[in-house]
């Protein structure tokens, strides 16, 4: 299995145990989800992909960003927007950001870990273009721990 895989999938378990909690069921895939159930979390490389600023001599390009992004569906608006404030609220049981840097090495697969201040809401289509989510998107940059 690659790094790459390794790290989206414990980055997936970690925010998994967090909304586990949670008084309905979140949707967490370690990969892009083109057809979510809402609400619904996937993990997927970021544009770029990689942070020259963090390569250390001999790596080929540093860590890896990744997209964590959030979606709710908006036919109950109000209350789904609800669910997005929990996932960006760093108080919260539900905090995605605090959940992720709990634990900076993700059980030993990251040497470190970083994020960007999460988007505000951010509409997002469908893959038909015809309708939309609500959501939120964070930016990860995790740097893979070599041995």
């Given at each position: 299995?690659?790094?790459?895989?390794t790290i989206?999938?414990?980055?997936?378990?970690?925010?998994?145990a967090?909304?586990?909690?949670?008084?309905?069921?979140?949707?967490?895939?370690?990969?892009?989800?083109?057809?979510?159930?809402t609400?619904?979390?996937?993990?997927?490389?970021?544009?770029?992909?990689?942070?020259p600023?963090?390569a250390?001599?001999?790596?080929?390009?540093?860590?890896?960003?990744?997209?964590?992004?959030?979606?709710v569906?908006?036919?109950?608006?109000?209350?789904?927007?609800?669910?997005l404030?929990?996932?960006?609220?760093?108080?919260?049981?539900?905090?995605?950001?605090?959940?992720?840097?709990?634990?900076?090495?993700?059980?030993?697969?990251?040497?470190?870990?970083?994020?960007?201040?999460p988007?505000?809401?951010?509409?997002?289509?469908?893959?038909?273009?015809t309708?939309?989510?609500?959501?939120?998107?964070?930016?990860?940059?995790?740097?893979?721990?070599?041995?």
């Open positions: 299995m690659s790094a790459l895989t989206m999938d414990e980055m997936a378990d970690t925010i998994r967090v909304v586990a909690s949670a008084d309905w069921d979140i949707q967490v895939e370690p990969r892009m989800v083109l057809n979510p159930t609400p619904s979390i996937d993990i997927y490389p970021g544009d770029p992909s990689r942070d600023e963090t250390a001599f001999g790596d080929i390009d540093g860590g890896h960003w990744f997209n964590v992004r959030a979606r569906s908006p036919n109950d608006h109000e209350a789904n927007q609800e669910v404030l929990a996932f960006l609220d760093d108080e919260d049981d539900l905090s995605i950001g605090a959940a992720l840097m709990d634990d900076p090495t993700l059980n030993g697969h990251a040497s470190g870990m970083g994020m960007e201040s988007s505000g809401f951010v509409l997002f289509p469908t893959v038909t273009g309708e939309v989510h609500i959501g939120v998107l964070w930016r990860v940059l995790v740097i893979p721990a070599r041995s």
